[in-house]
């Protein structure tokens, strides 16, 4: 499941702002969604190399932030154990540069 870049349109995905865990996704949209919807999320995270994933979950919450704009949570479902590692790894390793940062400041 894990896929280059190069395949199926990866390479193509727009830059976006998201908080995301290893239980779930944060993201802002211009399109709300329902309670329960499930969802297929496209997405590329970069540790040594950029990888491509396709995560699966259900929204669990959709928040109207202005006109137009929504905020939406969804929570994984059936993530496999590799991925969930390689999330796992690519956090700890943002929320250190963050901790990094910090005290360089």
């Keep these: 499941n894990i896929l280059t870049r190069e395949k199926e349109g990866f390479n193509e995905l727009p830059f976006q702002k998201v908080n995301l865990s290893e239980k779930g996704i944060r993201f802002p949209s211009k399109i709300p969604f329902e309670l329960g919807d499930l969802v297929e999320i496209k997405t590329v995270i970069d ?4 990888l491509g994933f ?22 994984f479902i059936n993530l496999p154990k590799d991925i ?22």
Aim: aromatic share 12%; charged share 40%.
């Design 47 to 50: 540790i040594y190399q950029p």
């Design 54 to 75: 396709y995560l699966y979950g259900e929204v669990v919450r959709c928040e109207k932030k202005k006109e137009n704009l929504y905020e939406i949570a969804v929570k």
């Design 84 to 105: 969930k590692e390689k999330l796992s790894y690519f956090i700890l390793h943002k929320e250190r540069e963050l901790i990094r940062e910090l005290r360089s400041e």
